[in-house]
């Protein structure tokens, strides 16, 4: 299975977002959607930025290197993210550096050592549009940071886009909601579904069949990838989640180990 994962290498764009456009689902196209918040969504904790980044040095454009765990998943024999260094650009930046670069529906990634990555989805004017802790809310990315670098991270999902202003509406839409009306378990499964508009990025949002299945392969290192098995996408991103934040990978339907 390993092998022929590592074969797939090209971007399908054919497949157009299942959601409405305008961000809001017809009853009909509810699958199974339960309404719940988890409290796995990490903390936006108050760690200086030189305790997180202690051991790293930024480079002359202002840019940091961390040492993430890498990642690339798959459904139906089709890379549906990716999170390898040698194909995508992970530096990261500081706040002020980071709102130079970003435009309006931009999906933005902070991170940290040893956390879940927290996700939001750029509005204007230093505003960020993001789930944190069972709310809907609009904050400043320089007080929400808290010392984090962050990352622009629009193409990690390889789904297509919505335009730039109906990704700000779907998230402005949602601005207030809390706890029993939130159908999303975490910050980048919000964010993505903005951006996206996919019912997948929501909790139980899409029908369980033996013919779809998600693959996650973590990277551990070059020669010690690990290739796990979902029923769900929601499934695959809380997993990973896990092992941003705690760096152990819970070997739950594995397929292979050591390849």
């Known amino acids: 299975m390993g092998n022929q994962l590592d074969r797939i ?14 961000g809001i689902e017809k009853d009909e196209l509810r ?20 305790d997180n980044y202690k051991d790293q ?6 840019h940091v290197v961390l040492n993430e765990i890498e990642y690339s998943a798959f459904c139906c024999q089709e890379c549906i993210f990716s999170k390898l260094r040698e194909n995508e650009d992970l530096n990261i930046y500081s706040v002020k550096t980071l709102l130079t670069m970003s ?50 991270a629009n193409n990690r999902y390889r789904y297509r886009p919505l335009p730039a202003d109906l990704v700000v509406q779907n998230a ?12 999303w378990t975490n910050s980048e499964s919000f964010a993505a579904w903005c951006r996206f508009g996919k019912r997948e990025f929501k909790a139980g949002g899409e029908v369980h069949t033996a013919e779809q299945q998600y693959f996650l392969k973590v990277h551990l ?10 029923r769900s996408l929601e499934d695959l991103i809380r997993e990973r989640r896990k092992v941003d934040a705690s760096g152990i990978l819970k070997e739950l339907s594995l397929v292979n180990g050591k390849e």
């Not at 309404?35 to 969504?41: A, L, N, V």
């Not at 290192?221 to 098995?229: A, D, I, M, P, R």
Request: glycine share 8%; proline share 4%.
């Open 221 to 230: 290192s070059e020669n010690n990838v690990h290739t796990l098995v979902f």
């Open 57 to 62: 040095s930024p480079s002359k454009d202002g």
């Open 103 to 152: 435009k309006p529906g931009d999906l933005l990634e902070l991170v940290a050592n040893d956390q879940a990555p927290h996700w939001a989805i750029y509005d204007r004017n230093d505003q960020v549009i993001h789930l944190h802790k069972g709310e809907i809310r609009k904050d400043s990315l320089f007080e929400i940071s808290n010392g984090r670098l962050g990352r622009i």
């Open 31 to 50: 699958v199974g959607v339960a309404y719940f918040f988890s409290d796995e969504e990490e903390e936006l904790d108050d760690r200086s930025q030189s």
């Open 172 to 183: 402005s839409g949602h601005l207030g909601l809390s706890s029993g009306e939130i159908c």
């Open 9 to 22: 290498t090209h971007l399908n764009y054919s497949e157009l977002p299942t959601g409405d456009p305008s």
